[in-house]
């Protein structure tokens, strides 16, 4: 999205919005970081304080829309050697987690860690995920597991069957089987439907299946990139 011209970038613009590191230096104003501490940098900053997302009841101020910039998409990255980041949306690492396991928490574990949080389940209840063997999908499994849900995975490649089992599902499902294989298995692992079904998939039926493999008055969570024509617009 940066290289179509999506957000805007200026170039040239060194990348990666997901970066860990130790603290070299803090502004006058922080006061929950020190120099040396071990980090996971937040991808927003300078998010305004003042609008309604920032100001809700709810933690949404990563939707405001009066940033000064996003880390390594509309300015410098991660892949600097050094790189300014914000430390209201930044995070103190523990120091048996590494930089490198790390680092892609700070996208993609944030972002599939709020759409597990959204869907509101409690330990033994059934969470769907589709696109379960990428990016976001396994990292979903690892957390809803350590939440104490039942988790079933779906994916259309081999290597993201194999991920999917490897990492805790309880049930995988081959997607290549077509959408009516996967509502079926769906129903049938659950015994009618799963209870919160969370879409991280841009494929064309994707978000039909997991309202359709959803129960009556379950959610569905979309967390993925849809493209309407040749326009990509995010949805959440």
């Keep these: 999205m940066v290289s179509d011209g999506?957000?805007?970038?200026?170039l040239p613009c060194t990348a990666s919005h997901e970066g860990t590191g130790t603290v070299s230096a803090i502004g006058s104003e922080v006061t929950n970081f020190k120099e040396g501490d071990r980090v996971m940098c937040g991808l927003p900053k300078g998010p305004c304080g003042i609008c309604a997302e920032c100001q809700g009841p709810e933690n949404y101020s990563q939707y405001c829309?009066?940033?000064?910039?996003?880390?390594?998409?509309t300015m410098d990255g991660a892949f600097a050697e050094y790189v300014v980041t914000d430390s209201r949306m930044s995070a103190k690492l523990p120091d048996k987690v590494s930089f490198e396991t790390a680092a892609p928490l700070a996208c993609a574990g944030c972002t599939v860690w709020r759409g597990v949080l959204q869907s509101k389940l409690v330990s033994g209840q059934w969470l769907a995920i589709i696109g379960s063997g990428g990016?976001?999908?396994h990292l979903g499994i690892q957390f809803a597991k350590?939440?104490?849900?039942?988790?079933?995975?779906?994916?259309a490649r081999d290597e993201g069957l194999e991920l999917t089992k490897a990492v805790g599902a309880d049930v995988v499902i081959d997607?290549?089987?077509?959408?009516?294989?996967v509502i079926e298995e769906v129903r049938k692992a659950t015994n009618g439907g799963a209870d919160a079904t969370l879409n991280v998939s841009?494929?064309?039926?994707?978000?039909?299946?997991?309202c359709a493999a959803t129960k009556l008055h379950g959610k569905m969570i979309q967390i993925a990139q849809v493209r309407v024509?040749?326009?990509?617009?995010r949805s959440y």
């Design 146 to 155: 350590a939440l104490g849900l039942n988790v079933i995975g779906i994916d």
């Design 202 to 210: 841009d494929a064309k039926s994707a978000a039909a299946t997991a």
């Design 175 to 181: 997607a290549r089987k077509g959408d009516k294989f």
């Design 135 to 137: 990016g976001l999908g």
């Design 229 to 233: 024509v040749d326009h990509p617009v």
């Design 65 to 73: 829309q009066n940033f000064e910039g996003m880390v390594g998409v």
């Design 6 to 10: 999506v957000f805007g970038t200026k």
